[in-house]
């Protein structure tokens, strides 16, 4: 067995972390498979974003549909003239996220003895604090889930939960292991998208190089490609995204079998990280703002 494999074979709770990246999260899809069929369960759950649409599947025992739940969702008309009456906006993303959620997970299945505890990481609006909340527990576990999701354009109303205005979590941690940690875990697999070539993990506009330090170096798994995917950050076409669960699965298993990705010497990556950037904080200053983003209706 390999050093990955005996870490984790001794653990006694496993998490895994599903890091937000949009439609780069289908990468998580064959990455979840791999350990699967590697025999490596978890047992706890935490989403940051779209990650956590694959981390309530997981916690929800669905992790097989996981390819048809994202077909599903591709499927879907993103656009909906219709919606501007009722959210101000002409993206249907909550609508997709409802209709996807009930069918490939449900807040029933969620609350299931069967199922695993599962958290999800949310911003909150007023501080830009991490939150991470016990979905389980919640009273609407499909709007915890879209308030993590909570991204301009696409989203122009920020849920509010128990009086708090929440966004997208990963503006303020989009890989809060120590969470995973404090609720009883002793290893943690991070699925995340960013490239190892890429530099480090990427926590937030403050971190964007994160390295985990030395008290958890050793119990946590980080699973990511070597290189940037080639996924547009909002791709809906299921042949674009296909190839990047099958690379999921792939680096997965090399990760198990012991293999570690530092920079390539050939990698070129100049702009990448700093036009991601640029558009996390124009994100992070408009979330800060606390503007309302419906379009005025005046004249």
Known sequence: MTNV??????????????????????????????????????????????????AAAV????????????????????????????????????????????????????????ALPFYAALTRLRDRESVVVDVRTSADPLEVMLASNYLPPFYTHAPVIDGERYGDGAVSNNIPYEALFERGCDAVVLITQKGACEGGLFRNIDDPDHVIPEPYRDDVVVIRPRHPLEVAFAERRWERLAP????????????????????????????????????????????????????????
Request: proline letters at 4%.
């Open 59 to 114: 916690a929800a025992g669905n992790w097989r549909r996981l390819r048809a739940y994202w077909r599903f969702f591709c499927r879907m008309p993103a656009l909906d003239l219709t919606n501007l009456a009722r959210e101000h906006s002409p993206f249907a993303w909550r609508k997709l996220h409802t209709r996807a959620f009930r069918r490939y997970v449900s807040a029933e299945a969620l609350r299931a003895e069967s």
């Open 244 to 299: 990047a669960a099958d690379l999921g699965a792939e680096v997965a298993r090399e990760v198990l079998g012991g293999r570690e990705f530092g920079e390539p010497a050939n990698c070129r990556h100049p702009t990448t990280p700093i036009r991601y950037l640029m558009r996390v904080r124009a994100l992070a200053r408009l979330l800060a703002s606390g503007r309302d983003l419906r379009p005025s209706c005046k004249g």
């Open 5 to 54: 494999m005996d870490r984790l074979g001794r653990a006694r709770r496993i998490g895994f972390l599903f890091s937000g990246g949009a439609s780069r999260c289908v990468f998580q899809v064959g990455v979840v498979e791999a350990l699967f069929q590697a025999g490596i369960h978890p047992a706890a759950c935490l989403g940051v974003s779209a990650g956590s649409w694959n």
